[in-house]
């Protein structure tokens, strides 16, 4: 009967580990949410005054009869094309974001929400347990803290593997985006020797490739950021990792304005470069407290099967 008893509590700490990790992760997206909301109602106003400063060039007014008579209209109305662009380009990399996160926190709660009452479950055992160890029994007492210390260890193991996957897959994205750019610097040398149309067509579907990319990265670097939050107390870091959240921004700086220009293909190269070093150096981190972790899961292992060899 007890060690049925150990079995169904190991099995209810289990899922209240997992359901508290859940809640943890939950009010981060919220707070995160939050944040990015915020962030996107600042974005648009400045995506409508730039459209309003776009139009005002375009348009037959004051101003732009000035620029007409200085001859620099058409310089003026490129500057401001690639400034609402850079705004569009931000205000969508957010929208995109909300509408992400606001899936992921759906499935939060529904997660949440099917694990069903816990705290219950888990008070009904220890009563059951309670019952069964009123006689002084340190072979089950000491079982049970082995249990729970291996229940600990095991689900510490299991956010940690979920960090490092998101982290290799920040990774493999990153690449996908290197791999574009180092094609539309390519194409852009041969564009700068006289190219010609189709050289110039080809150096731009890459860049525009490496926007389009950006978008999975800087969601998935968002979910990596929320993983090394949640074990971050166990980990030291020694690094800002809430600059994750703007990494498209600079790289968008970068690549949008006087994009033709090959000197701004290279500055969003190496910014997307110094992020893998980055995320490589935290990758490897990961796996090298995963080996210490999964090292203690199977020390904890050996000293319960030990224990019970001996207790027969």
Same mark, same amino acid.
């Given at each position: 009967?007890?060690?049925? *008893?150990?079995?169904? %509590?190991?099995?209810? /700490? @289990?899922?209240?580990? $997992?359901?508290? #990790?859940?809640?943890?992760? !939950?009010? =981060?997206?919220?707070?995160?949410?939050?944040?990015?909301?915020?962030?996107?109602?600042?974005l648009?106003?400045?995506?409508?005054?730039?459209?309003?400063?776009?139009?005002?060039?375009?348009?037959?007014?004051?101003t732009? *009869?000035?620029?007409? %008579?200085?001859?620099? /209209? @058409?310089k003026?109305v $490129?500057?401001? #094309?690639?400034?609402?662009l !850079?705004? =569009?380009?931000?205000?969508?990399?957010?929208?995109?974001?909300?509408?992400?996160?606001?899936?992921?926190?759906?499935?939060?709660?529904?997660?949440?929400?099917?694990?069903?009452?816990?705290?219950?479950?888990?008070?009904?055992?220890?009563?059951?347990?309670?019952?069964?160890? @009123?006689?002084?029994?340190?072979?089950?007492?000491?079982?049970?803290?082995?249990?729970?210390e291996?229940?600990q260890?095991?689900?510490?193991?299991?956010?940690?593997?979920?960090?490092?996957?998101?982290?290799?897959?920040?990774?493999?994205?990153?690449?996908s985006?290197?791999?574009?750019?180092?094609?539309?610097?390519?194409?852009?040398?041969?564009?700068?020797?006289?190219?010609?149309?189709i050289?110039?067509?080809a150096?731009?579907?890459?860049?525009?490739?490496?926007?389009?990319?950006?978008?999975a990265?800087?969601?998935?670097?968002?979910?990596?950021?929320?993983?090394?939050?949640?074990?971050?107390?166990?980990?030291?870091?020694?690094?800002?990792?809430?600059?994750f959240?703007?990494?498209?921004?600079?790289?968008?700086?970068?690549?949008?304005?006087?994009?033709?220009?090959?000197?701004?293909?290279?500055?969003?190269?190496?910014?997307?470069?110094?992020?893998l070093?980055?995320?490589?150096?935290?990758?490897?981190?990961?796996?090298?407290?995963?080996?210490?972790?999964?090292?203690?899961?199977?020390?904890?292992?050996?000293?319960?099967?030990?224990?019970?060899?001996?207790a027969?």
């Amino acid at each position: 009967m007890l060690r049925q *008893l150990n079995d169904e %509590l190991i099995e209810v /700490k @289990k899922k209240m580990l $997992e359901r508290d #990790r859940m809640k943890r992760l !939950l009010e =981060k997206s919220l707070e995160e949410l939050s944040e990015l909301k915020k962030r996107r109602e600042l974005l648009y106003e400045s995506l409508e005054k730039e459209k309003k400063d776009l139009d005002r060039i375009e348009g037959l007014s004051l101003t732009n *009869l000035i620029h007409c %008579l200085l001859g620099d /209209k @058409k310089k003026c109305v $490129e500057k401001e #094309r690639q400034e609402f662009l !850079l705004q =569009k380009l931000k205000y969508d990399e957010v929208d995109h974001a909300i509408a992400n996160l606001n899936v992921y926190i759906f499935e939060l709660e529904n997660h949440i929400h099917s694990m069903g009452y816990l705290d219950m479950d888990y008070k009904k055992i220890i009563n059951r347990k309670l019952e069964l160890l @009123k006689e002084d029994n340190n072979f089950a007492v000491k079982l049970i803290e082995i249990s729970e210390e291996k229940s600990q260890l095991e689900n510490f193991n299991r956010e940690l593997e979920e960090a490092e996957a998101a982290g290799a897959e920040v990774v493999r994205l990153l690449y996908s985006v290197e791999e574009s750019l180092q094609a539309a610097k390519g194409w852009g040398t041969w564009d700068l020797l006289g190219g010609g149309l189709i050289v110039t067509m080809a150096k731009h579907s890459k860049i525009d490739d490496a926007k389009a990319q950006m978008n999975a990265v800087q969601s998935m670097l968002r979910k990596f950021q929320r993983e090394l939050m949640d074990i971050r107390e166990y980990i030291d870091f020694n690094i800002e990792i809430g600059s994750f959240a703007t990494f498209a921004d600079y790289f968008f700086d970068g690549l949008i304005f006087d994009f033709v220009v090959q000197q701004k293909i290279g500055e969003s190269l190496e910014t997307v470069q110094e992020m893998l070093v980055r995320i490589n150096d935290i990758i490897g981190r990961l796996r090298q407290k995963l080996q210490e972790t999964r090292k203690k899961l199977a020390e904890k292992e050996r000293e319960k099967n030990k224990m019970i060899e001996e207790a027969l």
